[in-house]
């Protein structure tokens, strides 16, 4: 088994040794996460492969200003079911839950993760989206590599622990602030049964049907060369191809999922287009070039918002002109074919 360390920089864990070291080497230095799920395999040499997550929990971030209510009001809804969870206090008054799930085989585990996640909040009563103004962050929702605090370490840009908290704490503000600077919670289960995942295990809604099929990557048999990108808008190569460091913009990066995204790719096929291409771009804005742009955007969620967010619209002629864009008269008749 497998899992990754980050503080922030990801790192493979292949031991408990190897765990053990690194917690004690940054503890107290940087904020040190861990991802979720263990994975069964490896991808590279360096790095797992999250499609082989092990999926035996859900993972909730409330981080909203109401956070403290909503986590009381989500605890009690699993209790009244029996639903078996943990919570975790990030930082004082930032909070986690993890809900457990049964060991079931799943076919697609990022939707049934997704599909879940969405059904549990909205059987709460719970709003998801933007973790500033919302009960839950979506961007956990169907995660498999999220990476999250590891409980008992101490974040030095918030000078408080990450702890373990019980259903005391959530009703003694003295008790949740002892946890905080002190980090001594204990990992309490409540609840006795498993989330069953398995009825949520279904083809991602969001892919494109076609005469009652789905339409896979494979499908459409993509060749990367110079063929491929010259049928594109010349916005959109200019972008893949770094021209006037068009690729190192995050706005810029989003364009190209975002009309990949309209004009009918599947999420699988994006992804591989967008990795080939972004991966040859070194990224100077935002991580001094010791990254890609595809580690950006990986990082940032871009292509998962992209695909399962709301309210998401490729922008018009005249923002593309704001932003600085050059735009032929091409572009101009393709963007307005597909989106006028």
């Not at 930082?91 to 986690?96: G, P, R, T, V």
């Not at 549990?120 to 998801?128: F, H, M, N, P, R």
């Not at 605090?149 to 918030?158: D, H």
């Amino acid at each position: 088994m497998y899992f990754e360390v980050a503080n922030p920089k990801r790192v493979l864990i292949q031991s408990k040794e190897q765990y053990i070291d690194f917690v004690k080497r940054y503890n107290g230095v940087t904020n040190l996460y861990r991802t979720v799920y263990n994975f069964k395999y490896l991808k590279t040499k360096y790095s797992p492969d999250y499609n082989s997550a092990i999926v035996n929990q859900m993972f909730f971030d409330c981080d909203s200003e109401r956070s403290l209510d909503v986590i009381k009001k989500f605890h009690n809804y699993l209790l009244e079911r029996h639903i078996k969870h943990y919570m975790k206090q990030s930082s004082y008054m930032k909070f986690h839950i993890y809900v457990v799930c049964k060991k079931v085989d799943l076919t697609y585990k990022k939707n049934a993760l997704l599909n879940a996640m969405i059904h549990l909040a909205k059987d709460c009563g719970l709003s998801y989206g933007d973790s500033r103004t919302s009960d839950l962050d979506k961007a956990t929702f169907g995660d498999l590599a999220r990476i999250c605090p590891i409980a008992g370490t101490f974040k030095p840009n918030r000078k408080t622990y990450c702890s373990y908290i019980s259903e005391a704490d959530l009703y003694n503000d003295n008790l949740l602030k002892e946890r905080a600077d002190k980090g001594n919670g204990k990992l309490i289960y409540y609840g006795k049964i498993g989330f069953d995942l398995k009825k949520f295990d279904l083809i991602d809604k969001n892919n494109i049907q076609a005469s009652g099929e789905i339409i896979e990557k494979d499908d459409f048999n993509v060749k990367f060369d110079n063929k491929f990108i010259d049928c594109l808008p010349p916005l959109i190569k200019k972008i893949l191809t770094n021209h006037n460091k068009y690729c190192d913009n995050y706005k810029n990066r989003w364009i190209c999922a975002l009309y990949m995204r309209d004009i009918g790719y599947p999420e699988s096929l994006t992804e591989e287009i967008l990795r080939t291409y972004f991966s040859k771009q070194l990224n100077w804005t935002s991580m001094n070039g010791t990254g890609t742009q595809w580690d950006r955007f990986v990082k940032c969620k871009a292509l998962w918002y992209c695909y399962h967010g709301e309210f998401i619209a490729f922008p018009n002629i005249d923002t593309l002109l704001s932003e600085g864009l050059e735009i032929t008269k091409e572009d101009e008749i393709l963007i307005n074919k597909l989106y006028g």
